[in-house]
């Protein structure tokens, strides 16, 4: 837990803001998370989909 009397940052491309709302900080910093681990979700199952299909394709290409 940090001091509430320090001063947050917010990076907004290369400025760094100082934050006041840090309540409003914190959820968006929560919604940001959760929609990377949905995205990094999909990416693996795209990548097992993708490596069986490679699988798939080698085993045939062997075969014939």
Do not use: C, N, W
Not at 6 to 17: A, C, E, F, H, T
């Amino acid at each position: 837990e940090q001091d509430p009397h320090k001063p947050v940052y917010r990076s907004l491309g290369s400025i760094l803001l100082e934050v006041d709302d840090r309540d409003s900080l914190l959820e968006e910093l929560k919604s940001t998370e959760k929609a990377l681990t949905e995205h990094l979700s999909k990416l693996a199952e795209r990548e097992k989909s993708i490596r069986e299909k490679y699988e798939e394709m080698v085993a045939q290409f062997e075969m014939g």
